[in-house]
């Protein structure tokens, strides 16, 4: 005998327990879907950090071919080809990033950063224009300064740096750059000033110890300043100062400090050892 009411019930148990099961696969894809964007983001940010920049480049390549218009994966194409110091091919990326319509006023510094990178100045300095000035960023008033020192526009950059210095919580490296701007313009004084307030900020910076040496020596000021260094350092930077008393003519003083820059070093000092020699030779000539 058979029971219409229980056939009934068991084809509406079935149906949900089908939709039941559709709901939960739905779940299940959504579920997967948002994982596999979490774990894409993280890798997508070990790329751009961590990994190594050839490889971050393959990558990156091969997701802007499989997803062209994805403007975050072309950015950090554009990124990527920066840091394995492929500056041109880096532009061409960014200024396609640029013309996209999701793009935002931070794409195009990162294009001018990209043509300094490249020596194509003039490029830069009109991508640097087309930026409102709204947008108000450290690496927009790093670029701006440099494009400044360029055309020599001292005032201009000075004033860029003084900005770019305060829009971070780690300016030694525009205070270097800074510093660097003083130094080649004669200004060793300020230069020093510079380079001694970048060291401040990251004492085991040794481009801003070495120029801050040179800045003093540009003042024939021939002692090693006060700061953090090793013995490696101490000599090299004894070697540096010697190099800049000869070229300014204190060749007496300059034989002195190579020879303390080779009692110093803690191996053969072979580059200091052979400008010593070369420095005898002449004298006895």
Known sequence: MRHPGLVMLCLGSALALSACQ???DAQVERALKDVNVIDESNLNEVMLTVADPAEAVSYFARAVKDNPDRVDLKRGL???L???QKPTEAAQIWRQVVAHPEAVPDDRVMLADALIRSNQWPEAKAELNQIPPTHESFDRYRLEAMVADADKNW???DSFYETAAGLTTRPASVLNNWGFSKLTRGDAAGAEKLFT???TYDPGMFIAKNNLVLARAAQRKYDLPV?????TERAELLYSIALAAIKQGDVTVGKGLLQQAIDTHPQHFEAASRSLEALDSNVRM
């Open 155 to 157: 005032k201009k950059a």
């Open 82 to 84: 920066v840091r394995a």
């Open 22 to 24: 559709k709901n939960g």
């Open 227 to 231: 700061i953090r260094m090793t013995q």
């Open 78 to 80: 554009g990124k990527s």
């Open 197 to 199: 307030q970048a060291l």
